[in-house]
């Protein structure tokens, strides 16, 4: 396997905030390799978000790195000049909202070509002034990629504004925007949630041929295990701030072996066979159970899981399963 | 088919259209155009379709809301429509309604128990003992216990937020529940409880629902019937296994091969374009431009529902030729 293009190594991040200090992440471990597409997934609350915006380095207000790394090429971006020279070039994101991503005032081509100027292209002169000629070249890459996104008739969408275009087409918009700077990773944060299924499978479909076309290895985020299954190679399954098990696709969803993982994907109305859901309610951050934060809605749960974290361990499979009680079976 | 709980006929709730002096006319919004829908006592009927579609418009009307602009609608054989807001709500207070949101749709100064003795009191339930006994019973039912009373909404979780939207609604004891996509945003897990918890309370108090979803996999999973709308139609109507394992609009085939399922899906194009707005919907067939079966006769006339197996029903003609051949 080639080497990691993104990496967040045993990650521990705590934010302090009025009802005190909640440990929101807690030992987060997976990388993405050069034109992979890593799902994360997560029920609400599980850290997603502060996760992504940790890789973007922008970690929410308050939060503090107790430890492990976030390193993109291996630079940290834990380091916040380095975060910002890699962000937006380096780094692109596909924010989840179409509808609220956009400045209703602007056109989208003085949106997009705005963001192009502060993030640049990575040929761009070192240092120098915006002339006019840059934003000319900015412009000419900008329909460039919008072409590869499928927007008919670029050069006139550069100068509409954004009620002007669908949902489906807004996002396409933006994931132009996220492509023009030739980012070699890209961050989406559920970028479909907020489209109908059939807009949904045509961004799914142009998002698995651009990350092909464009090598970027991506991280998408979401809560949708059939979204997974149509975009995704591998897959990191969190819970309350804890990574629970990373492996392929079809490992995780045919063959979950983690106890989460499993009666998560039972509670999926196609492999349901009989509504259930998970029994109990997840522990608060402020006071997470210690081990296993799972161990409290675990039928498998016994005495151990409560006093140790289980380490996230390679199995002979390949995948790697925080729980002491999956060990070789399988 | 039993009589009928709920029958709309010819169902049409169209806004805008008119011009007042000194204004600019408005665009003439057909929300709902001509729905036929008849709901049985004890079934959940699905109601699918993408934004934008009019499912909500529909919602509103049949609840009173909104007064329709032509048709009828009955409930259990007797004419209900034809009423303003206020008048409409009080001859249905049998229908009822929750809201998709039921975090918005709390106030979040007040107690949940405030919240659900307004509820009764609004109603016309005046004695606060029957208000306390029915809102302690409701509670329970949806699995929350006596002290929730006492919180306050923020204080609740997403799924106890439902429960307590679905405990307002069923207060009132009505027949009819029309829920409005009552799983949306929710976790894998709190929606598969929330799921359960109302199918045990359909049998419990012999309810009839009206499920509103975009989630084909929940509504399979759901419903007895389904109805697929587009653009203010309904294109399809069947037993849900029937339209799932065999369905016949091109559009309902094409919402079927975009939804996620839990296999990769390789095959297929996905559906091109996007839904036109219901402002500027085309002539005849309302889903011809993005059709691939449309012939000249599906831009001049719109198709009618017929027959295509027992109790399915679609409105297309070039389907209904291939499947049902003379």
Not at chain 1, 34 to 62: A, D, F, N, Q, Y
Not at chain 1, 202 to 225: C, G, P
Request: proline share 7%.
């Amino acid at each position: 396997m080639s080497d990691a293009i993104l990496s967040v190594r045993d990650l521990k991040l705590s934010v302090k905030g009025d009802a005190g200090l909640a440990q929101i992440l807690d030992h987060v471990d997976f990388s993405i390799h050069p034109g992979e597409v890593l799902g994360l997934v997560g029920e609400s609350g599980c850290g997603k978000s502060t996760l992504i915006r940790s890789i973007m380095g922008l970690p929410p207000k308050g939060a503090r790195i107790e430890s492990g790394s976030v390193t993109f090429k291996g630079q940290s971006l834990m380091d916040p000049k380095i975060a910002q020279t890699l962000r937006g070039r380096e780094i692109g994101f596909i924010p989840q909202d179409p509808f609220q991503a956009f400045n209703p005032v602007f056109t989208v081509g003085d949106q997009i070509l705005e963001i192009l100027r502060w993030s640049g292209l990575p040929d761009d002169p070192k240092g120098g002034r915006y002339t006019k000629e840059l934003r000319a070249k900015h412009r000419a890459r900008l329909i460039e990629v919008l072409h590869a996104v499928q927007i008919p008739d670029p050069e006139e969408a550069l100068t509409r504004f954004p009620h002007q275009f669908s949902g489906g087409q807004r996002q396409r918009i933006l994931i132009a925007g996220a492509l023009a700077s030739r980012p070699s990773v890209i961050l989406a944060d559920e970028p479909t949630t907020a489209l109908d299924v059939t807009t949904q499978m045509q961004i799914l479909r142009l998002l698995r041929e651009l990350a092909k076309d464009f090598n970027v290895a991506m991280l998408f985020v979401t809560h949708d295990f059939g979204v997974v299954a149509q975009i995704c190679d591998r897959v990191t399954v969190m819970y309350a701030g804890q990574t629970v098990e990373t492996g392929t696709t079809r490992q995780i969803i045919d063959a979950p072996r983690h106890p989460y993982t499993g009666m998560l994907m039972a509670c999926h109305p196609e492999r349901a066979t009989e509504i259930t859901g998970i029994p109990g309610q997840v522990s608060s951050p402020l006071t997470p159970p210690p081990g296993c934060r799972f161990a409290p809605r675990c039928p498998r749960a016994t005495e151990a899981c409560t006093t140790a974290r289980p380490g996230l361990d390679r199995r002979a499979d390949g995948r790697r399963i925080a729980c002491i009680h999956e060990k070789e079976v399988a | 088919m039993t009589a009928p709980l709920l029958e709309t006929v010819d169902l049409k709730k169209h806004y805008g259209g008119t011009r007042k002096l000194l204004q600019r006319p408005k665009p003439l919004v057909k929300a709902v155009d001509g729905i036929d829908l008849q709901l049985a006592p004890g079934e959940v009927l699905g109601l699918v379709g993408e934004s934008g579609c009019g499912k909500s418009t529909l919602a509103r009307t049949l609840l009173g809301l909104e007064r329709e602009t032509e048709g009828k609608i009955l409930f259990e054989g007797k004419d209900v429509g034809g009423r303003g807001a206020s008048a409409a709500r009080a001859i249905r207070s049998d229908i009822q309604y929750v809201h998709q949101d039921p975090g918005a749709a709390l106030d979040p100064w007040w107690r949940i128990g405030d919240t659900l003795h307004e509820t009764l009191k609004i109603h016309g339930v005046t004695d606060k003992a029957e208000r306390d006994a029915r809102i302690e019973e409701m509670l329970l039912a949806v699995g929350l216990n006596d002290s929730f009373r006492r919180r306050y909404p923020h204080e609740l979780s997403g799924g106890q937020q439902r429960r307590v939207g679905l405990a307002r609604t069923l207060s009132l004891r009505p027949r009819l529940v029309i829920l409005d996509e009552p799983t949306s945003g929710l976790d894998l897990s709190v929606q598969a409880t929330v799921l359960k918890l109302m199918l045990e309370l359909r049998a419990q108090y012999d309810l009839t629902y009206l499920f509103i979803s975009h989630d084909l996999s929940v509504v399979e999973r759901l419903c007895d019937r389904v109805a697929i709308m587009y653009l203010g139609r309904i294109v399809e109507i069947g037993a849900a296994e029937q339209v799932f394992s065999k369905p016949a609009h091109p559009y309902t085939q094409a919402l079927l091969a975009s939804a996620p399922t839990l296999e990769r899906q390789e095959a297929g194009k996905p559906i091109e374009g996007d839904p036109p707005s219901p402002t500027n919907r085309p002539d005849g067939c309302p889903f011809h431009p993005r059709c691939p079966m449309a012939e000249a006769a599906c831009r001049q006339s719109v198709p009618d529902l017929a027959d295509v197996a027992a109790a399915h029903r679609v409105a297309c003609p070039p389907a209904l030729r291939t499947l049902t051949p003379q």
